[in-house]
């Protein structure tokens, strides 16, 4: 709670200079933005670690093949990028590349779950026979 709280007042602390320093440098602003977004994501990093270490251990507790849980953790990660890449894409006022990022997450996230969604059709084909 204590690292999302900083995060946001970060977060906002930037928006309101990127605010100020828009008026007479929209490129300083954007550079700004990116800066706050840079250091709350690796302020994450430690966080992410132990996220991922829970998430390994709940794989080999589960007994399930590791195979099943890669697509939902590269999906999981697309629309995060998605997101960010969007969201800075539309504040550089480039609302038709935020449409081009976000066009392109879901393909990709559809890529990453296709061999979920091979391993679910081939289950359903057995079930069926």
Do not use: H, W
């Not at 991922?52 to 399930?64: K, M, P, T």
């Amino acid at each position: 709670m204590e690292l999302s709280i900083q995060a946001a007042v970060l977060c906002v602390a930037a928006a309101l200079l990127a605010l100020v320093v828009r008026r007479g440098s929209p490129e300083c602003a954007l550079l700004l933005t990116l800066a706050a977004a840079a250091v709350v994501l690796l302020s994450l990093a430690e966080s992410l670690e132990t996220l991922v270490e829970f998430l390994g251990r709940l794989v080999e507790e589960s007994g399930l093949s590791r195979e099943l849980f890669i697509p939902l953790y590269k999906t999981v990660g697309i629309a995060l990028v998605v997101k960010i890449g969007g969201n800075l894409c539309r504040d550089a006022g480039e609302s038709a590349l935020s449409s081009v990022v976000e066009t392109a997450g879901a393909v990709c996230a559809l890529l990453a779950a296709l061999p979920l969604l091979r391993a679910v059709l081939a289950l359903l084909l057995e079930l069926m026979r």
